[in-house]
């Protein structure tokens, strides 16, 4: 038996026989890029796709789509040769496109486990202060803000963000890389550092999980990368999403319009986000009782989901029986 991992969620992988289709339909060429703007039905539990939601779509840059779409390529080809695929989900989460993609075998949450903090796949050294700071607010008061290890920001949707936060007046704790804006913002920085110092913690990098755990965290604003969107789902943390790429904006329509456990963070005209629409839903999420509540019930499915008897743990028993036979 041959077994593949994708490094995405089940959608993603149901998404796997999608080029060859499309590209036979006219909706896009050869090298990936839309022909037309149709919206993509996958099935009626699912969202459909836009074009530019596709996985591999880029459209800011289209080499980089063609390396991603060369990519879904190789794993079409692969896929031909597979009879199971491992997936970091679990089938309560995604129970329709795990129907719809044989041979899936979720196992996920992965990182949902406390027991497991100390095995953190960290890119940047963690800021050990973040705990601390958070013991010393009250309980869902404070915005936790991290984009990734990738995500980049002109100045211009750095300062919008950063003026939302200090708008707001609520704690919040941010996230900023070293390597986070394409233009040096040392000088406003600086100052905002100074205005925010009473309320809001920036640090280069955070201890991601230990920080969603935190009882003090009220909402996580995120790319919705997949990893993040796990781990917020695991510990019942509201979401606030502004995608870029790839699954991202896939995973911010299973967040906002599937299981319903956030909003999405929507850019103006020129595909911007405003400090009026940072500072709008994030009161407009805090203050939802539908969302909170539906946040509560999928952190319970997360942990059924790896304890004895959940559909996750069966399934990695039941691998460990295949790869043992």
């Known amino acids: 038996m041959a077994l593949k991992c994708p490094p995405m969620p089940s959608y993603g ?7 060859p ?9 050869n090298e990936g890029i839309a022909l037309k703007s149709d919206v993509i039905p996958i099935s009626k539990d699912l969202p459909s796709y836009k074009s530019d939601d596709l996985t591999w779509s880029f459209p800011e840059d289209l080499t980089v789509q063609k390396v991603f779409f060369k990519w879904m390529l190789a794993i079409v080809h692969n896929s031909t040769h597979s009879t199971s695929y491992l997936c970091n989900s679990f089938h309560e989460l995604e129970a ?17 486990s406390t027991q497991l903090l100390h095995h953190r796949g960290s890119l940047w050294n963690e800021d050990s202060t973040c705990s601390n700071w958070l013991d010393q607010h009250p309980p869902q008061s404070v915005i936790y803000v991290a ?8 100045p211009g949707q750095f300062y919008e963000l950063a003026h939302g936060l200090e708008q707001i007046g ?3 704790l941010w996230v900023v890389r070293p390597d986070m804006t394409d ?5 406003f920085h600086g100052t905002f550092l100074q205005r925010v110092k009473n309320h809001g913690k920036v640090v280069q990098w955070a201890p991601q999980e230990e920080v969603l755990a935190h009882p003090s965290v009220a909402c996580f604003f995120t790319h919705c990368g ?9 510990n019942g943390v509201p979401l606030l999403c502004r995608p870029y790429f790839a699954d991202q904006r896939l995973n911010r329509s299973f967040i906002c319009d599937v299981w319903r456990v956030g909003l999405g963070v929507d850019g103006d005209e020129n595909g911007a986000i405003t400090r009026h ?12 009782d539908e969302i909170k509540t539906n946040c509560q019930r999928m952190k319970e499915k997360t942990r059924k989901s790896v304890s004895e008897g959940g559909s996750s743990l069966k399934n990695l028993e039941s691998l460990i029986e295949l790869v043992k036979a």
């Open 277 to 288: 629409e940072v500072r709008t839903k994030i009161l407009a999420v805090l203050g939802s």
């Open 183 to 187: 233009a040096p913002v040392n000088k």
């Open 21 to 29: 289709k499309l590209i036979e339909s006219g909706v896009i060429g």
């Open 13 to 19: 992988t149901c998404a796997v026989p999608l080029p």
């Open 147 to 154: 984009f990734g290890s990738t995500t980049i920001f002109s």
């Open 170 to 172: 609520q704690p919040f």
């Open 96 to 112: 329709s496109a795990c129907g719809i993609t044989p041979g899936v075998l979720p196992v996920g949450p992965l990182l949902a």
């Open 226 to 234: 997949w990893n993040s969107t796990l781990e917020g789902l695991s």
